[in-house]
């Protein structure tokens, strides 16, 4: 009897090693760059562009740290659930579609095999100067390495209305969402399955108009990475400067997620009152440094932010209204280590479509599938 208590004592104990393993593995998590143009010389008044060798410096730190850059496409099916989140995961970004991505970054990209995706906006893709033209973006693709997206129409704020009424804000919407994806498609004899927003602004007026356009993702800027439950039309991404170093690069790729149950506002949201309270409802706080939780608003740190552990709920009360426009909010903290933790969403103080008039307009927009 005693010896069978110790076999099927070792039974449970083996078969217990597979979910504590488990348990103990760290989410993975995907990093979106976001690159604009490539010049040989640094201009330090263009913080957008970056040498061609520096751009490569960055790849070859991404090959020698063992980080995979995948395609567009791979991680589009990793957001629909057909394939599972790889490990130390890049994707590569080139937004607006200068020439220099063909004449000084794509070399760069051949060189490594990396594959990568331009997003253009319709209004600059004809070619001119210093642009892209469709033969240019037909022969980059021809290749298999560069894939293509919607960077809008005109590449304007789309969460700042302005004057616009319902109808011309609903209608603006449609023209640099819909029209323009429709438009590049034919000009380029593709699918478009992605946009990244013109300065990363959204709203959820705006996912309502992407859903619509047929998008099976759309990214951001909000400078984070990116989980298998993060919102699939706001999707992070991380803008890379021509002051960003190999060492300023790593430390962008190193960052890691901060569970979160509850934001407000949520991403996304459009609020009419600037004096808000923010607040965060962490999922975990184990080995986190509790005294280092804090809100960071753009690049402003909320020292009197306030964290609860009894709640693990983090908030942040506003004395004097925010202004009008899109606000980026980061949730912070530092484990016992010393590496830092985030969580970063946008929401916007401002004035709402009113109800079912979006939906209205969407409704009259035809199905392009059911066109063909």
């Known amino acids: 009897m005693k010896l069978l208590k110790l076999l099927?004592?070792?039974?449970?104990?083996?078969?217990?090693?597979?979910?504590?393993?488990?348990?103990?593995?760290?989410?993975n998590y995907i990093n979106v760059l976001c690159y604009h143009r490539f010049k040989e010389v640094s201009d330090p008044k263009d913080s957008y562009s970056i040498t061609p060798k520096r751009f490569e410096e960055h790849m070859q730190f991404l090959k020698d740290s063992g980080y995979t850059v995948i395609p567009m496409s791979q991680y589009v099916k990793v957001i629909e659930g057909k394939e599972e989140m790889p490990e130390k995961a890049v994707v590569i970004t080139i937004d607006d579609g200068y020439s220099s991505i063909k004449d000084k970054g794509y070399p760069v990209l051949k060189?490594?095999?990396?594959?990568?995706?331009?997003?253009?906006?319709?209004?600059?893709?004809?070619?001119?100067?210093?642009?892209?033209?469709?033969?240019?973006?037909?022969?980059?693709?021809?290749?298999?390495?560069?894939?293509?997206?919607?960077h809008s129409h005109t590449h304007p704020v789309m969460t700042k209305r302005g004057k616009m009424t319902d109808k011309e804000y609903c209608d603006?919407?449609?023209?640099?969402?819909?029209?323009?994806?429709?438009?590049?498609?034919?000009?380029?004899?593709?699918?478009?399955?992605?946009m990244?927003?013109?300065?990363?602004?959204?709203?959820?007026?705006?996912?309502?108009?992407?859903?619509?356009?047929?998008?099976?993702?759309?990214?951001?800027?909000d400078t984070s990475y990116n989980v298998k439950d993060t919102y699939k039309y706001a999707l992070r991404r991380t803008?890379?400067?021509?002051?960003?170093?190999?060492?300023?690069?790593?430390?962008?790729?190193?960052?890691?997620?901060?569970?979160?149950?509850?934001v407000y506002p949520e991403s996304g949201d459009i609020i009419t009152d600037g004096k808000t309270v923010l607040k965060a409802v962490l999922a975990a706080d184990a080995g986190l440094n509790t005294a280092t939780i804090r809100f960071e608003m753009g690049r402003v740190i909320l020292d009197?932010?306030?964290?609860?552990?009894?709640?693990?709920?983090?908030?942040?009360?506003?004395?004097?209204?925010?202004?009008?426009?899109?606000?980026?909010?980061?949730?912070?903290?530092?484990?016992?280590?010393?590496?830092?933790?985030?969580?970063?969403?946008?929401?916007?103080?401002?004035?709402?479509?009113?109800?079912?008039?979006?939906?209205?307009?969407?409704?009259k927009i035809p199905d392009p599938k059911k066109e063909n």
Do not use: Q
């Open 8 to 27: 099927l004592t070792a039974l449970f104990l083996f078969s217990a090693i597979p979910l504590f393993a488990e348990t103990a593995k760290e989410e």
């Open 111 to 150: 060189k490594f095999k990396y594959p990568s995706i331009s997003y253009v906006y319709s209004v600059f893709m004809p070619g001119g100067k210093h642009s892209l033209s469709p033969a240019d973006a037909k022969e980059l693709m021809s290749e298999g390495l560069m894939e293509f997206g919607s």
């Open 172 to 194: 603006f919407l449609i023209l640099e969402i819909i029209t323009s994806k429709r438009y590049m498609e034919k000009k380029l004899g593709i699918t478009m399955d992605t």
């Open 196 to 221: 990244a927003y013109p300065y990363g602004a959204y709203s959820k007026e705006i996912f309502k108009v992407v859903e619509k356009a047929g998008f099976k993702a759309a990214f951001s800027v």
């Open 239 to 262: 803008i890379i400067y021509n002051s960003t170093t190999v060492e300023k690069l790593k430390a962008i790729l190193e960052k890691k997620p901060l569970k979160i149950s509850l």
């Open 304 to 363: 009197d932010s306030v964290y609860d552990p009894a709640t693990k709920t983090l908030t942040y009360t506003y004395d004097k209204p925010l202004p009008k426009g899109f606000h980026t909010a980061t949730a912070a903290a530092l484990d016992m280590s010393g590496a830092r933790h985030e969580y970063v969403w946008s929401f916007i103080v401002g004035s709402p479509i009113a109800e079912g008039v979006l939906e209205e307009a969407l409704s």
